[in-house]
């Protein structure tokens, strides 16, 4: 059996998606880190790709979002 | 706005999936932490929801069982 070599992408894909679903709320980045319940700068980390989001922090996010958890991990489409 | 009050569940959608996936590919645990490049009780913490798992440890298990990393967050579905 091989170990995994893997290019990481998810965390950009997320990272899009938070962003995308963020200003369709027109939301910043303050006012969706403090609906999630995290510190203000914490959202700016996610969207830079710098925070290796937890699976708790993704459940906050989306429920802050009020989107499934997994249309944050889903191929970013371009939204109007 | 008001803080995030929520009770988590996506740790427990995200451990059901592992272990369904994982064993309908017929491995075990220790199998897919090797495929994974994980230690090789990380995949039995991940399924007792011990783990906070992150987003690259999401996109390595994915990865190690081929499938989108968003069908590991999708609500649990009984498959045959």
Known sequence: MSKSTLKPTLRKNFAENVRSFRTQLGISQEGLAELAGFHRTY???????????TIDNIEKLAHALNIRPAALLELPTIRD
Chains 1, 2 share one sequence.
């Open 43 to 53: 959202v700016s980390q996610v969207e830079r790709c710098v925070a290796n989001v």
